[in-house]
């Protein structure tokens, strides 16, 4: 909360990110000038498809944190520039306004939905794929707060039959390119991702030091919360205990020193980025099927499906009772309104995605507090950099800075 604009990490974001951008724009602007028997229709729909997919996504992941939440005045606050046209040479450089926040949603839409649509058939690990677009669609309609759209998305992808929940909630951080992932940043020790930062250096690795630890309120109101009363009551009377595997991701040491375990591999920085898996997915529609229709079956049962696998009731010897999975499940009975069955997903989200990069985003879209401040505080937004408005005098800054 003492961010200036002269933030280094915030600059490379901002760079990085245009940069990004204009990369995406020369390769479409080269699309329509290259003339190469060997660049067929097909290659060219995959490569305009990937550069229209990183546009959208980089606008998209920009706004959501040098722009207001979408759920506040989206058509009035103020965005991003929205950059659509190659910059090649000097005599390409243009000095853009800041678009609002409801026209960069609009555009990153307008790219993802272009994109899902030329990448038919396309599926390489780290690469774009129509199913990577549809979940970017679907997550772009749930911050605007339109579930009926994010959950006809998240079907899109659903229905495919590609992907399949890990045995272990910890397998697809373990073993990069499993049955559950959909889009991923893939890192290998060749890259060498440590240099600028991977995701052991960034969290509080065992041996690695980092600055993201948990708080106490993730175990006291996230993991303390994904058992009700009753599934506690059912699970005692079977003399079992209850367990969330997920919990093996967090540890302490013997001074209390909290260690994030999810990305396991500090040594050479080689865990991906996990940017789309099922389970994420799954809530979502989960959620947003709840908003439209209330207590339903489909809600319950993909509930379930992550639920099933992450917690067991054990027995003396550790291994799940029989009936595990029937005592760690919900049944729509279990639910006196939507609103109950909403909570739940809300906190099973928290505890299954934590670390994830997703909790901020759900708090601003629930437009509920995060660390005290209200949803859509100032200080929850990153400042345009100063070396962008010393380079573009018609930028404006964020309020508070």
């Not at 706004?63 to 103020?78: E, I």
């Not at 997920?246 to 909290?258: P, V």
């Not at 009731?313 to 279990?334: F, G, I, K, Q």
Request: net charge negative.
């Amino acid at each position: 909360h003492q961010m200036t604009p002269d933030n280094a990490e915030v600059s490379g974001m901002w760079t990085g990110g245009y940069r990004a951008i204009n990369a995406a724009n020369l390769i479409l602007k080269a699309l329509t000038t290259v003339d190469d028997p060997a660049l067929t229709a097909d290659i060219a729909n995959r490569i305009e498809g990937e550069a229209l997919f990183i546009r959208g996504m980089v606008h998209f992941e920009m706004v959501r944190f040098f722009g207001k939440p979408y759920g506040a005045s989206p058509g009035t606050d103020l965005g991003i520039p929205i950059m659509t046209s190659a910059v090649e040479t000097t005599e390409d450089i243009t000095f853009p306004n800041r678009n609002t926040v409801a026209e960069v949603y609009a555009q990153a839409e307008a790219d993802l939905t272009a994109a899902a649509g030329k990448l038919a058939g396309y599926s390489e690990r780290g690469r774009a794929s129509t199913d990577a677009a549809n979940c970017y669609l679907a997550e772009i309609a749930f911050q605007k707060e339109d579930y009926a759209a994010a959950a006809s998305f998240a079907a899109n992808v659903i229905s495919t039959g590609n992907y399949a929940l890990t045995a272990d909630p910890v397998d697809f951080f373990v073993s990069e390119g499993s049955s559950e992932e959909i889009f991923a940043v893939i890192h290998t020790e060749q890259d060498n991702p440590g240099v600028n930062g991977s995701l052991p250096t960034f969290h509080n690795v065992a041996g690695r030091g980092g600055d993201v630890v948990f708080q106490p309120d993730l175990l006291d109101n996230g993991f303390g919360s994904v058992f009700s009363a009753d599934q506690l009551s059912a699970i005692d009377a079977e003399g079992a205990t209850p367990a969330d595997m997920r919990l093996i991701q967090l540890s302490f040491d013997g001074n209390g020193t909290q260690f994030i375990e999810k990305y396991e591999d500090p040594l050479n920085n080689a865990d991906d980025a996990p940017i789309w898996r099922l389970a994420e997915v799954l809530l979502l529609r989960a959620e947003a099927l709840a908003r439209t229709e209330g207590v339903n079956d489909a809600s319950v049962n993909m509930l379930n499906m992550v639920r099933t696998r992450a917690l067991k009731a054990l027995d003396a010897n550790d291994l799940p009772v029989a009936n595990s999975d029937d005592l760690v499940s919900y049944s729509t009975s279990d639910f006196a309104s939507a609103d109950d069955l909403i909570e739940v997903i809300i906190n099973e989200r928290r505890v299954e995605m934590a670390f994830e990069g997703q909790r901020f985003h759900d708090l601003s879209r629930l437009k509920r507090t995060v660390n005290g401040d209200a949803w859509d505080a100032n200080n929850l937004r990153f400042p345009i950099p100063q070396n962008a408005l010393d380079a573009n005098g018609n930028l404006v800054q964020n309020p508070g800075y």
